[in-house]
């Protein structure tokens, strides 16, 4: 498993108009890309979100594990244990966590799915994640727009972003999408902590009456999702949430509480496709379902792909649905052009990859034509 190089490089994506959830627009996309090597040239990669000081943590746990002989296991511990105390602390380990995971796969011949039991299914079913709001732009506009090119691209579910406006003003455009949207096609809804609890409530009977599938992360996440268990025993729509776990021991504590209905690890911030994988099994225990977040860029979305491969069906019944996978259809190009070959929607689903590690192949010249910063040791 010896790793003797690693490069880290960030990518960006500027957004004009910006966009973003109910709290806050955003000017760009930007992400830190993993790249590992082993003394026989094998590739292994990975990625999180860029945030303060994420850079320089990658690269500290990068010089930490290189020319390590360790298992897997325990360079991912190493990475954890180096990275946590740092900034970036949950993200950095993960990004080196995902690329770890992909060069061992790569060096047995297998999928990372095959490292954590096997594919489940040969196919998964993505639904359209929103890039959510646009400035200057009201969502009777951009919702019936965004429902049309999500469509038009072959998905079969969408999930928007509320919140940002009042109540009173979301809920009838709402209720009009629901009308506008084919039968059997989903929605969901994210609030990304547009509210407080009595609101959440509130907006979350809206949802409920129009049959949403789930209702993501309404309230404040920070400091450890406090209140959702008083928001799940007051709606009968599930709520999910936990995106923002940074550990199997984060995503207990909501699961112990009844915090959430679905939980979405996401391998890029909670440490990792095995530590995912994990944190889906306790979800299982708890009768809670899995449903991955993703970070919106290639390797993220990847990533998640495996780990929605690995997951059982939630019933035997033929009528439950099968896991979804998020897939963001906001304006990013690095989601498509960092990949040789691009994932392809076929009637409403994705193909498992086959290959070794995480399936994809990166194109090396673009990721260091684009890149802003980069690290190499």
């Given at each position: 498993m010896?790793?003797v190089?690693f490069?880290?490089?960030?990518?960006?994506h500027h957004l004009?108009?910006r966009?973003?959830?109910?709290?806050a627009?955003?000017s760009?996309h930007a992400y830190v890309?993993?790249r590992?090597?082993?003394?026989?040239?094998?590739v292994?990669?990975?990625e999180?979100?860029?945030?303060p000081?994420?850079l320089q943590?990658?690269?500290a746990?990068?010089?930490?594990?290189?020319?390590?002989?360790a298992?897997?296991?325990?360079?991912?511990?190493?990475?954890?244990?180096v990275?946590?105390?740092?900034a970036?602390?949950g993200?950095a380990p993960s990004?080196?966590?995902?690329a770890?995971?992909?060069?061992?796969?790569?060096?047995?011949?297998?999928?990372?799915s095959?490292?954590?039991g096997?594919?489940?299914?040969?196919?998964?079913?993505?639904?359209?994640?929103?890039?959510?709001?646009?400035?200057?732009?009201?969502?009777?506009?951009t919702?019936?727009?965004?429902?049309?090119?999500?469509?038009?691209?072959?998905?079969?579910?969408?999930?928007?972003r509320v919140?940002?406006?009042?109540?009173?003003?979301?809920?009838?455009?709402?209720?009009?999408?629901?009308?506008?949207?084919?039968?059997?096609?989903e929605l969901?809804?994210?609030?990304?902590?547009?509210y407080?609890?009595?609101?959440?409530?509130?907006?979350?009977?809206?949802?409920?009456?129009l049959?949403?599938?789930?209702?993501?992360?309404?309230?404040q996440?920070r400091?450890?999702?406090?209140?959702?268990?008083?928001?799940?025993?007051?709606?009968?729509?599930?709520?999910a949430?936990?995106?923002?776990?940074?550990?199997?021991?984060?995503?207990?504590?909501?699961?112990?509480?009844?915090?959430v209905?679905?939980i979405?690890?996401?391998?890029v911030?909670?440490g990792?496709?095995g530590?995912?994988?994990?944190?889906a099994?306790?979800?299982t225990?708890?009768?809670v379902?899995t449903?991955?977040?993703?970070?919106?860029n290639?390797?993220g979305?990847?990533?998640?792909?495996?780990?929605?491969?690995?997951?059982?069906?939630?019933?035997?019944?033929?009528?439950v649905?099968?896991?979804?996978l998020?897939y963001?259809?906001?304006?990013?190009?690095?989601r498509?052009?960092?990949?040789?070959e691009?994932?392809?929607i076929e009637?409403?689903?994705?193909?498992?990859?086959?290959?070794?590690g995480?399936g994809?192949e990166?194109d090396?010249?673009?990721?260091?034509?684009?890149a802003?910063e980069?690290?190499?040791?």
């Amino acid at each position: 498993m010896k790793v003797v190089e690693f490069e880290c490089f960030v990518i960006t994506h500027h957004l004009a108009p910006r966009t973003g959830p109910s709290i806050a627009y955003s000017s760009e996309h930007a992400y830190v890309i993993v790249r590992l090597v082993d003394e026989n040239g094998i590739v292994g990669w990975g990625e999180t979100y860029r945030t303060p000081g994420t850079l320089q943590t990658i690269e500290a746990v990068c010089r930490a594990v290189a020319g390590s002989e360790a298992s897997l296991r325990d360079l991912i511990r190493d990475a954890r244990w180096v990275g946590g105390g740092l900034a970036g602390g949950g993200f950095a380990p993960s990004a080196v966590s995902v690329a770890l995971e992909d060069l061992r796969a790569r060096q047995l011949g297998i999928s990372v799915s095959e490292l954590y039991g096997g594919p489940m299914r040969i196919r998964v079913r993505p639904y359209a994640a929103s890039g959510g709001y646009v400035e200057g732009q009201d969502p009777a506009v951009t919702w019936p727009r965004e429902l049309e090119r999500a469509m038009a691209a072959g998905y079969t579910a969408l999930k928007l972003r509320v919140g940002r406006d009042p109540i009173e003003h979301e809920e009838p455009l709402l209720r009009s999408l629901r009308k506008e949207a084919p039968s059997g096609f989903e929605l969901m809804a994210d609030g990304n902590a547009a509210y407080s609890l009595p609101d959440a409530i509130r907006m979350g009977l809206i949802l409920q009456d129009l049959g949403f599938r789930w209702y993501e992360e309404p309230m404040q996440q920070r400091g450890g999702y406090v209140g959702y268990d008083r928001l799940t025993s007051s709606l009968s729509i599930a709520i999910a949430g936990g995106e923002g776990s940074l550990s199997r021991g984060d995503a207990l504590r909501l699961l112990n509480r009844n915090a959430v209905d679905v939980i979405q690890p996401d391998p890029v911030i909670c440490g990792g496709v095995g530590d995912s994988i994990a944190i889906a099994d306790m979800a299982t225990i708890h009768g809670v379902t899995t449903v991955p977040h993703a970070s919106n860029n290639a390797i993220g979305i990847a990533a998640s792909l495996q780990i929605v491969a690995t997951l059982p069906d939630a019933t035997r019944s033929p009528s439950v649905p099968d896991p979804l996978l998020e897939y963001g259809i906001d304006e990013n190009p690095n989601r498509q052009r960092l990949l040789m070959e691009p994932p392809v929607i076929e009637d409403g689903w994705l193909q498992v990859p086959t290959g070794p590690g995480l399936g994809i192949e990166i194109d090396e010249d673009y990721l260091r034509s684009t890149a802003v910063e980069q690290v190499r040791g």
